[in-house]
T-cell receptor
Framework: AQSVTQLGSHVSVSEGALVLLRCNYSSSVPPYLFWYVQYPNQGLQLLLKYTSAATLVKGINGFEAEFKKSETSFHLTKPSAHMSDAAEYFC????????????FGDGTTLTVKP | GAGVSQSPSNKVTEKGKDVELRCDPI?????LYWYRQRLGQGLEFLIY????????KSGLPSDRFSAERTGESVSTLTIQRTQQEDSAVYLC?????????????FGEGSRLTVL
């Protein structure tokens, strides 16, 4: 069975500060890993994904995430927060095998203060 | 269209009525998911289809909720005898088969309001 834990349901940063959203996973084999973003009153869209190539993955809007197998983590970072980054962020895992479904974390709400 | 399509986008109903929500996935996507998202909350998993079968329906909150999928395409989520606590946005997502990348593509959702 696989699971996802997002540490911190709410994160608040100042504009220009580092953004760090934490995600840890549990899976019997290394899964595919994803971050999705949901802007206010919008649907979810893919921010970035890790499949099997480089462990540092770059996504849209300056976000990136690093897959660390030893720590079973896939934390999302952005060097400098912008007001437009305020949104809900979801970490998700998906199996590499031909069975099983994707699993989402509970989400982290990012607030950016001016 | 090329994306996941959901209808209706908005539905207002009276308590006790039945509602049907429809999802048209991306063509060729064998996996289909239904989620519920209450105001200000995260994603609540409801049911997962692989093809026309539902190997995981553990998230359906009660027997008032049911879903089906036909032709490995369209899916319908039915809520019988709606209650006010059913008010939420119902999101549908589709993806390729497990093990083929895993990215979910979401529709815009169906906003259900039960008066």
């Amino acid at each position: 069975a696989q699971s996802v834990t997002q540490l911190g349901s709410h994160v608040s940063v100042s504009e220009g500060a580092l953004v760090l959203l934490r995600c840890n996973y549990s899976s019997s084999v290394p899964p595919y890993l994803f971050w999705y973003v949901q802007y206010p009153n919008q649907g979810l869209q893919l921010l970035l994904k890790y499949t099997s190539a480089a462990t540092l993955v770059k996504g849209i809007n300056g976000f990136e995430a690093e897959f660390k197998k030893s720590e079973t983590s896939f934390h999302l970072t952005k060097p400098s927060a912008h007001m437009s980054d305020a949104a809900e962020y979801f970490c998700a895992v998906s199996p590499r095998t031909n069975a099983g479904k994707s699993t989402f974390g509970d989400g982290t709400t990012l607030t950016v203060k001016p | 269209g090329a994306g996941v399509s959901q209808s209706p986008s908005n539905k207002v109903t009276e308590k006790g009525k039945d509602v049907e929500l429809r999802c048209d996935p991306i063509s060729g996507h064998t996996a289909l998911y239904w989620y519920r998202q209450r105001l200000g909350q995260g994603l609540e998993f409801l049911i997962y289809f692989q093809g026309n079968s539902a190997p995981d329906k553990s998230g359906l909150p009660s027997d008032r909720f049911s879903a089906e999928r036909t032709g490995e395409s369209v899916s319908t989520l039915t809520i019988q005898r709606t209650q006010q606590e059913d008010s939420a946005v119902y999101l549908c997502a589709s993806s390729l088969a497990p093990g083929q990348g895993g990215e979910l593509f979401f529709g815009e959702g169906s906003r259900l309001t039960v008066l």
